[in-house]
């Protein structure tokens, strides 16, 4: 990544070790607010509303968290301190001076809805103007084009020169997918990698200008690390098989029962949290030893054991199943292919999926089925970083900004802070 490396040569460098789970939301709302889910209820790619067993995946951006971010903090010491915030992915608002959040996926390419919310409200229309439209189906597609980094990246250009924010947080998505599908290894992988880096380049080269006169300072940090993996686990089937998962089966498929299901797991790529819908000591042993022999799976926790990752929180499950490192886990919760619901396996059943699910990543181009075969995927994260091939890096455009050792995602906040003298 020669744009990238020609931005850190006079930089530091440090192992970033993201905090348990390595997904997405969890991970950014650690860097935002400096805290473990334990403290800001962010422990997957979604929530479980438990009372209303209702399930929202990957829409579940909360207007606030309940704990301050880096904006927060900043307008609290400085109110004049202006802030950006693009694609924060956990947050659908949030208390910077200028956000653009991405909307819900959209059903097909030609749904009609807000692809994007702005503060200003008005700031989209203006981008769209100048840019076109965001590319939200390609966004949300399994395999999203660069055209969708492409155009976060030049809407923040714009954003940065008109104005100047003094702490801009930006996300640029693309790595992931090809690391899933082919290994973090593959030219696909590094294929992934060079796009990036040149719209790395683009950004760079646009807020130079803006930011001309000023000792401007960057911090690049990867969310996670995509490990190769060669095994699969099913927590639903088990649990299906034990008895304590129920589905209710109409003529398009086997459909999840959360209603009158004992157990179930909500998966999200190395992990899962099992729900109960009772709590007791019985049913959670029932569970754990379920699943304590299981190949592919490291690490059962339960009850008091959660706190040893800092997620005990309320929106967390009852019983956490942990992947060992080469494996992963399915959310599938059909024995047989033909009882599967027509969303698992048809391209653009992410927003209705309970789970994330990387077999997306082998559509078929012409018919958009989707394989079911979850032995294709070849890289997945999500499991505790517990070792150096699992953690992921911290770089600066300046010498002096890190201390160049093992840092953890939840330090990163107070690194920007340390820049506005907090």
Not at 234 to 241: A, I, M, V
């Amino acid at each position: 990544m020669p744009n990238l490396s020609a931005l850190i040569e006079n930089g530091d460098r440090a192992p970033l070790v993201p905090s348990f789970p390595c997904v997405t939301y969890p991970v950014q709302a650690n860097m935002l607010t400096g805290q473990p889910p334990r403290e800001h209820g962010v422990v997957a790619n979604g929530c479980y509303q438990r009372d209303a067993r209702q399930l929202n995946m990957w829409n579940a951006g909360t207007a606030t968290l309940p704990v301050p971010t880096i904006w927060d903090i900043l307008h609290q010491h400085q109110p004049e301190l202006t802030s950006a915030a693009w694609f924060p992915m956990p947050l659908r608002d949030c208390g910077a001076d200028y956000m653009c959040t991405v909307g819900s996926p959209p059903v097909t390419n030609n749904t009609v809805g807000p692809a994007c919310n702005t503060r200003p409200t008005h700031l989209y229309a203006q981008l769209c103007d100048e840019l076109g439209p965001f590319p939200s189906y390609n966004f949300w597609r399994p395999d999203p084009l660069i055209d969708t980094t492409s155009w976060i990246a030049s809407s923040a250009i714009r954003v940065a020169q008109s104005m100047r924010p003094h702490f801009f947080y930006l996300y640029l998505p693309h790595l992931g997918q090809a690391a899933r599908r082919n290994g973090p290894d593959s030219p696909a992988a590094l294929d992934a990698l060079s796009a990036l880096d040149a719209v790395l380049g683009k950004l760079f080269a646009g807020f130079g200008p803006a930011y001309e006169g000023h000792n401007l300072l960057w911090l690049v940090a990867s969310e996670y690390v995509v490990t190769p993996v060669d095994h699969v686990s099913y927590p639903n089937r088990r649990l299906r098989q034990a008895g304590l998962l129920q589905v209710k089966k109409f003529e398009d498929g086997e459909h999840l029962d959360l209603h009158r299901s004992q157990a179930w797991a909500f998966v999200n790529h190395q992990f899962s949290h099992v729900y109960l819908s009772e709590v007791t000591a019985a049913m959670t042993r029932e569970v754990t030893q379920l699943f304590a022999r299981d190949t592919g799976i490291d690490r059962v926790l339960a009850g008091n054991q959660l706190a040893d990752l800092c997620i005990d929180h309320a929106h967390s499950g009852d019983v956490i199943l942990i992947s060992s490192p080469n494996s992963w886990q399915a959310y599938d919760w059909w024995m047989e292919e033909g009882s599967a619901p027509p969303f698992a396996r048809t391209r653009g059943g992410v927003h209705r999926q309970p789970a994330s699910d990387p077999v997306e990543l082998y559509v078929d181009r012409e018919t958009g089925i989707v394989p079911f075969d979850a032995r294709l995927v070849r890289g997945s994260h999500g499991a505790p970083a517990a070792s150096a091939a699992q953690r992921g890096v911290l770089l600066s455009s300046q010498r002096g900004v890190l201390m160049e050792r093992a840092t953890c995602d939840t330090d990163v906040a107070d690194v920007v802070l340390r820049q506005f003298g907090i």
